[in-house]
């Protein structure tokens, strides 16, 4: 069975940071899209930051340049988030997903852990 499971979430203040993890189990994704997304409170999901097996792709949100870092560790099947000067626009529910070779979609998805940034 293959399961997405994130890790490290929980409440900072603005201006602190936080490190997601996503661990995958029940198959390698070495060679797949690793995503992070986000979905905010009455707000559509979004892309928060995607990552090849080259390395980063796009991080989509603006607001998230310079603040958030996606990297994987291949060898652990984990992708991680750095979040860095959070904000109190940055609470949200985050996801980690994978998008194998061949697919347009994400078609794993973990369950979500979510974050919470006091101002």
């Known amino acids: 069975q293959v399961q997405l499971v994130e890790s490290g979430g929980g409440l900072v203040q603005a201006g602190g940071s936080l490190r997601l993890s996503c661990a995958a189990s029940g198959r390698t994704f070495s060679n797949a899209y690793m995503g992070w997304f986000r979905q905010a409170p009455g707000k559509e999901r979004e892309t928060v930051a995607v990552i090849s097996w080259r390395g980063p792709v796009s991080y989509v949100p603006d607001s998230v340049k310079g603040r958030f870092t996606i990297s994987r560790d291949n060898a652990k099947n984990t992708v991680y988030l750095q979040m860095n000067s959070l904000e109190a626009e940055d609470t949200a529910v985050y996801y980690c997903?994978?998008?194998?070779?061949?697919?347009?979609?994400?078609?794993?998805w973990g369950q979500g852990t979510q974050i919470t940034v006091s101002s």
């Open positions: 997903a994978a998008r194998t070779l061949g697919h347009t979609e994400y078609g794993y």
